[in-house]
């Protein structure tokens, strides 16, 4: 008898035990809803392009003499990148100059001695011109008292005649030469010409030597020396060395997020841990209709030393600072799209509550709507996750 009562009494002890495991409230992690102030981001890929490229060309042919400029290599303002050969040029020059001095020549001559000489044959013809007419004058008077024959009035008013056309030619001359006049112009055109040509061939001795513009960074070069460059002909491309913009295309559906003056922080695909500061300050007025992409322009105030024309870069937008944001990890999400939800630790049992869900960053993920600072989101498990409704002790987690 007392065999059986000790049976019956372990027989209920463990029945009880199994009701206490099965009855106690089942321990979940839970991690709390944070707050933090936020800046909201927005990165998009962009590349590195200098803020000038120049194609180096000659106006004019001529053969190379020196290449002094590698690719590749970054020359200061003012450094000698190609010189042409300048024997010809030089030879040119000296004829242009000698063509100057023969039409200066020419002018004086025409401003001076024959303008005087000009002007007294002028004179001359007026005077004899002067005579004849009183010459014509007088065997007219004669001849009106028949002391004077027919004949001899003839000659006398064709030598009026002839010392008339003479004072015109002389006149002609004398204008033309002065001045203003034909003969005049044309010598001093003919100078003004050959001063021209001998600018331009000092002007092309001088472009004989290529010099680099500005501090700069030789992308390619296709000449060597000894080729013959033609007009035009790109012998070499140079970008700025120091000044660059990084050029992005901004997706159409974001282009209310950008805007002037907004800050923003770059890495590169090949130096990713190292960050440096551009400013938006160009917003393209077109949109890529092929692409469905706005052209945003950014200025770097300190160029990194490492950065390389048409290097990708990633940009990190500032888009807007969000005070107090609430975060949860996201581990704790349940559902998609509109029936995202997480599961809240409420009085000792579990409480499902839909939530809006904004963006994740950094394994969190930012809760526009449904919780509050504090509460105890529940992070499910793999197996057996916790029941809606069921009670639960928490076990707070640390790292949330």
Known sequence: MKKKIVVAIVALAVIGGIWYLASRPATVAVCRVETKDLNRRLVVMGRVTPQATINVATTFPGRVKEVTAQENETVAKGSLLIALDEKELQANLKVAEAAVMQARANLEKIGGTEARVAEESLNDAKNKLSDAQKNFERD??????????QS?????????????????????RERSIAKGGNDYNLAKASLEQAMASRDLARQ????????????ATVLSRTVEPGAVAQPGQTLMVIAAAKECYLAADVEERNLGMVFEGQHALVSTESFPDRRFDATVYQIARTVDPQRGTVRVKLSVAEKPDYLRADMTVSIDLDVEKIASALLVPAAAIVGEGKEQAVLVLHDGRVEKRPVIAAEKENGKVRIVEGVNPGDLVVIPGDKNPPVEGTKATPAEQGGC
């Open 140 to 149: 007219k008077q004669l001849f009106d008292k028949q002391a004077l024959s």
């Open 152 to 172: 001899e009035l003839q000659r006398s008013e064709l030598a009026v005649k002839t010392a008339k056309s003479q004072f015109d030619i002389a006149a002609t």
């Open 204 to 215: 092309r001795l001088v472009d004989a030597r290529i010099y680099a513009s500005f501090d």
